[in-house]
C-alpha cells in the first residue's frame, strides 16, 4: 500500500472536527455551570465514582500509552512492555496508600495533604515546584505525541501543529475548568478502548486469533543476533541493558503515579473517600485491560506494516521498523500506520482523531494541575495568606493556564524527536522523587516535619530533574553530545534517575525530620489519623 500519513485526509479531517465539535460543546455547557474556584478546580465535587474511574483511566491511558507504548513495542519488542507493565502495578499502591487520605485531607492539590499538619507557606512552595516541574515534563510528552499526529494527518510544519493543539487546549480549560475536562476525559477513554479493541481484534485476525503466531512471526521478522534466543525481539535487552537502569525505570513507573498532581487532583471531584476509592478500582480494571492488549498493537505493527514511500526523490519499499521510523523516529506513528493499512483510510482517520482527542484531554488536564499549583499554593495560600475572593482565584488560574501553554507549545517543538512514552517515563522519575516520599511520609510517618518536606520535595526535585539534563537523553541527544559509534553520552549514564534520586529524597526527609523536630506537628498527627480515616472535618 502507499499510506496517506503527510497528506491531508478526508476522512481524518471528517473525524478531527466531529470530536473537537463535540469536546468544544462540552466545554460551552461546562463553562455554564462553572463560576466559584470549586466548580474550577474540583468540578463541585459532584462527579461519581464510576464517572471518575473513566476520568481517571481517561487521564491515565495518554499519547504515551497509546502512541509511545505501541511504538516502542514495535521498535524494541519485549522492552517495550516494561512500560505497560509498570504503569499498571502502581494503581494498587495508589488505592491502598493514597486515595482515602488525600480525599479526607486535601482541597484542591496534594500540597493540602502535605501541608496539613505542618508550616503551611514552605511546604506549599516547595509542594508548587515539585508540581510543576512534573506536569511540565509530563506534558512535554503529550505535545510531541500531538505534534507529530498533525503534522502527518494534515501535511502541517510541526511548530504549527503545535501552536494549534496549544489554542484548543487552553479553550478548554479556560472556559470549561474541571467539569469539562472530567468528561472530555469519560469520553475520550470510551473511543479510545473501543478503537484500540478494534485495532487489536484486526491484528489478531491476520494471525487466526492465535497470539503465538503473532510472536512466532515476529521471531522470524528479527531473528536473534548470531542466533542467541537472549537477544530476539521477544526478550529483554533491546531498550535497558543496565539492571540499575531497568530497576529505577520500574520504581519510577510504579511510584511516580502517586505523585502526578492531574492524577491526584481527581480525587477531590467526587464527594467521599469511599467514591475515591471504587473510583480506582474502576480505573485499575479499565486499565489493566488497555494495557495488555496495547502491546499486540506494537507487535502487529512491527510485522505487518508495509509501505511505499518517496524517500531521497524514490519510491521505495519499505517494512515493520524501518517503515515506522520512516514516518516518526521515536516510533510514535506505529499505531495509526497500523490502523490505516488494517481499516483503511476511515480507520486511519478514527484512530488519529481518538489520539489527538487523548493528547488534548491530558493536556488539558495537565495545565489545570499546573494552574492549581501556582494559583491555590503559592498565590492564594502564599502570597494572599488565603484571604483571596472567589474571583481572585478563577481570575489568577486562568492567567497561570496561559503561561502554562505557552511553555507547553514551547518544550514540544524543542524536545520534537523523542518517544513520548520514554519522555512520560521521565515525568514519572521526577514525581516519583519530588512528591510521593515527602506524600507518603505526611501520612504515615509522625517525626515528619516542616523543614523534611521541605528538604524531602527539594531534594527529589533537583537531583532528579538535574540527572535527567546530565543523562545521554538530554546532554546526549538534545545538546548533541556523541560517541565514536554515534550514540548520545551523558554526563551521568542512565537515562531514568529514579533509583538514585526517589531515594534521596526519602533519605532527606527521614533525616532533616530527625534533625528538626516539631512538637505541633507531632501533636496534630493523631487528628490528622482521625480525619484520615474517618473523614471528620473532610470538605
Not at 495533604?113 to 506534558?139: D, E, H, M, S
Request: aromatic fraction near 12%; charge should be positive; hydrophobic fraction near 55%.
Amino acid at each position: 500500500m502507499t499510506s496517506s500519513l503527510g497528506t491531508t485526509s478526508v476522512s481524518a479531517v471528517l473525524f478531527f472536527f466531529v470530536i473537537i465539535a463535540i469536546t468544544l460543546v462540552i466545554t460551552y455547557w461546562a463553562a455554564r455551570k462553572t463560576k466559584t474556584s470549586s466548580e474550577y478546580y474540583a468540578a463541585g465535587r459532584s462527579v461519581s465514582a464510576l464517572q471518575n474511574g473513566f476520568a481517571l483511566a481517561g487521564d491515565y491511558m495518554s499519547a504515551a500509552s497509546f502512541l509511545g507504548i505501541s511504538g516502542m513495542v514495535a521498535l524494541s519488542g519485549y522492552d517495550g512492555m516494561i512500560y505497560a507493565t509498570g504503569w499498571l502495578m502502581g494503581w494498587p499502591a495508589l488505592m491502598f496508600l493514597v486515595a482515602e487520605p488525600l480525599r479526607n485531607l486535601g482541597k484542591f492539590t496534594f500540597a493540602d495533604v502535605v501541608a496539613f499538619r505542618l508550616r503551611q507557606k514552605p511546604v506549599r512552595i516547595a509542594a508548587a515546584i515539585g508540581g510543576i516541574l512534573t506536569v511540565l515534563f509530563y506534558t512535554i510528552a503529550q505535545m510531541v505525541g500531538s505534534g507529530h499526529l498533525i503534522r502527518l494527518m494534515f501535511g502541517m510544519p510541526y511548530e504549527l501543529a503545535e501552536i494549534l493543539v496549544g489554542i484548543v487546549m487552553l479553550a478548554y480549560v479556560l472556559f470549561g475548568g474541571m467539569l469539562a475536562t472530567t468528561w472530555v476525559q469519560i469520553i475520550k477513554a470510551v473511543l479510545l478502548l473501543c478503537g484500540v479493541t478494534l485495532l487489536t481484534f484486526l491484528t489478531l485476525r491476520q494471525f487466526g486469533f492465535n497470539p503465538v503466531t503473532l510472536y512466532t512471526r515476529v521471531v522470524e521478522m528479527y531473528p536473534a543476533a548470531g542466533g542467541d534466543p537472549l537477544k530476539s525481539a521477544l526478550a529483554p535487552g533491546a531498550l535497558t541493558k543496565s539492571p540499575i537502569e531497568a530497576i529505577s525505570l520500574g520504581l519510577a513507573l510504579m511510584f511516580g503515579l502517586l505523585g502526578l498532581p492531574h492524577i491526584l487532583m481527581r480525587f477531590y471531584t467526587v464527594p467521599d473517600a469511599k467514591a475515591a476509592r471504587k473510583s480506582v478500582l474502576y480505573a485499575t480494571g479499565l486499565i489493566g485491560y488497555f494495557y495488555v492488549i496495547i502491546p499486540i498493537v506494537g507487535f502487529g505493527a512491527a510485522v505487518l506494516l508495509k509501505a511505499n514511500v518517496v524517500k531521497d526523490g524514490v519510491v521505495t519499499s519499505l517494512a515493520g521498523r524501518d517503515l515506522v521510523t520512516y514516518f516518526d523516529k521515536g516510533g510514535n506513528m506505529a499505531a495509526p500506520l497500523l490502523g490505516e493499512l488494517l481499516g483503511g483510510q476511515a480507520f486511519l482517520g478514527f484512530i488519529a482523531a481518538v489520539a489527538f482527542a487523548t493528547i488534548l484531554a491530558v493536556v488539558a488536564g495537565l495545565t489545570l494541575a499546573g494552574a492549581s499549583a501556582y494559583s491555590h499554593d503559592i498565590y492564594v495560600s502564599v502570597i494572599k495568606n488565603g484571604r483571596a475572593t472567589e474571583e481572585e482565584q478563577v481570575k489568577v488560574a486562568k492567567i497561570a493556564t496561559i503561561v502554562f501553554g505557552v511553555m507547553a507549545v514551547a518544550l514540544g517543538i524543542l524536545f520534537k524527536d523523542e518517544n513520548v512514552a520514554f519522555m512520560v517515563g521521565l515525568a514519572f522519575a521526577i514525581a516519583a522523587s519530588a512528591n510521593f516520599p515527602a506524600l507518603l511520609l505526611s501520612v504515615l510517618w509522625k517525626p515528619f516535619t516542616t523543614m523534611g518536606a521541605v528538604w524531602s520535595i527539594v531534594v527529589g526535585a533537583l537531583s532528579s530533574s538535574t540527572l535527567i539534563v546530565l543523562s545521554p537523553t538530554v546532554w546526549g541527544s538534545v545538546f548533541k553530545h556523541f560517541d565514536a559509534l554515534g550514540n548520545p553520552v551523558g554526563l551521568f549514564p542512565y537515562k531514568n534517575p529514579a533509583i538514585f534520586s526517589m531515594t534521596a529524597a526519602f533519605a532527606a526527609g527521614i533525616l532533616v525530620s530527625l534533625l528538626t523536630p516539631e512538637k505541633d506537628a507531632q501533636e496534630k498527627f493523631e487528628d490528622e489519623k482521625l480525619r484520615t480515616y474517618l473523614g471528620v472535618g473532610a470538605e
